[in-house]
């Protein structure tokens, strides 16, 4: 059955597909490793909100589903840590 929350589900995931391609685009022409890390990123938390909302909405709460937003926050603080140690000259 469609509910509301998996409308919702459904609108993130596909924002979240467009940044990841939007951030794999500036990968393909810079081959900076920091869009490569945003667009993994994007497309981890992407899949997720794909599964959520074809579940059931009680499976929100198994730890899984956390751990796949950590994983894609953490990537995220990676990126964001490499390229601000850059190299100094």
Same mark, same amino acid.
């Given at each position: 059955m *469609?509910?509301? $929350?998996s $409308?919702i589900?459904g &609108? +993130?995931?596909? &924002?979240? *597909?467009?940044?990841?391609l939007?951030f794999?685009?500036f990968?393909r ?5 920091f869009?490569? *890390? ?7 938390e992407?899949? !997720?909100?794909v +599964?959520l909302?074809?579940g059931?909405p ?8 956390y751990? +796949? ?6 990537? $995220? *603080?990676v990126a964001? $840590?490499?390229? !601000? ?5």
């Amino acid at each position: 059955m *469609l509910t509301a $929350i998996s $409308i919702i589900y459904g &609108a +993130v995931a596909m &924002a979240s *597909l467009t940044a990841a391609l939007f951030f794999l685009r500036f990968w393909r022409t810079t081959h900076d490793r920091f869009f490569l *890390l945003f667009a993994i990123s994007f497309g981890a938390e992407a899949i !997720n909100r794909v +599964v959520l909302g074809l579940g059931l909405p009680s499976e929100e709460q198994e730890p899984f589903f956390y751990l +796949v937003r950590l994983f894609s926050f953490g990537l $995220i *603080l990676v990126a964001i $840590i490499m390229k !601000n140690r850059g190299t100094r000259r």
